[in-house]
């Protein structure tokens, strides 16, 4: 089955496609699909996010007159600090700016917890996926993945937030650990299996 997957960021793509079943799955991007326009993020929650990249392609291959049969995937994810009542949440990407260099905006989150003990330090990547199937029919996951605020930013695996995102239970935080891990564990890995587990009861 071929998935389309809408997203323009390299370091998602290339999760995506170390998790999901590549036997079973042929993992396209958007870009490679033809795609570039913008996508306007303007709902208010995960799924309606993850919904709306869906559909805006979905849209766009049926007009161009995409081959085949697919199913078009999207994610929205997002880091929540407990400290910070939840945000950056959904505007995560655009935290202080969508061109500001990670190793920034992760300082800035360190800093704004200066002081802060680690009871009061929690925090989880959240991630929703979002499908729409041949038929037109819509389904979306969510899974989350908890965490902490690091002391200090660490590691290059990963992308955006993993620096600063410490896991007690390791004692290491998301970019020092192995990639395998992270696609094990990873918010995007527990509701990308859920999809997987929707896709196997209807193929
Ligand atoms: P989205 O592309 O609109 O879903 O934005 C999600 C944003 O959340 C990303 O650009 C990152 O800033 C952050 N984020 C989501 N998942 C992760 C992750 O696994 N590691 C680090 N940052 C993440």
């Known amino acids: 089955m071929k998935i389309i997957f809408a997203t323009g960021n390299k370091g998602k793509l290339a999760e995506i496609r170390a998790i999901l079943d590549s036997d079973r799955f042929e993992i396209i991007s958007m870009k490679e699909a033809g795609f570039s326009g913008e996508i306007v993020e303007d709902g208010t929650t995960y799924e309606e996010n993850a919904l709306i990249k869906v559909r805006t392609v979905r ?3 049926l007009e161009a007159g995409y081959p085949g049969e697919y199913i078009v995937m999207a ?6 600090v407990d400290y910070l009542g939840g945000k950056p949440g959904i505007y995560s990407a655009r935290y202080m700016g969508e061109d500001t260099p990670y190793s920034i905006k992760n300082q800035a989150i360190i800093d704004a ?3 802060v003990p680690d009871e009061q330090r929690g925090a989880r990547f959240v ?18 993945y908890e965490g902490i605020v690091a002391h200090e930013a660490k590691g290059t695996n990963g992308f955006g937030y993993d620096p600063m995102f410490y896991l007690p239970q390791c004692n290491a935080t998301d970019a020092e650990m192995p990639i395998e891990f992270k696609n094990k564990n990873s918010h995007r890995a527990k509701a990308l299996k859920q999809a997987e587990e929707i896709i196997a009861a209807m193929y």
């Open 75 to 80: 994610d929205d994810s997002g880091l929540e």
């Open 59 to 61: 849209k766009y291959l």
């Open 113 to 115: 917890l200066d002081g």
């Open 127 to 144: 991630c929703s996926i979002a499908m729409i199937f041949p038929d037109g029919s819509e389904k979306t996951t969510r899974a989350t």
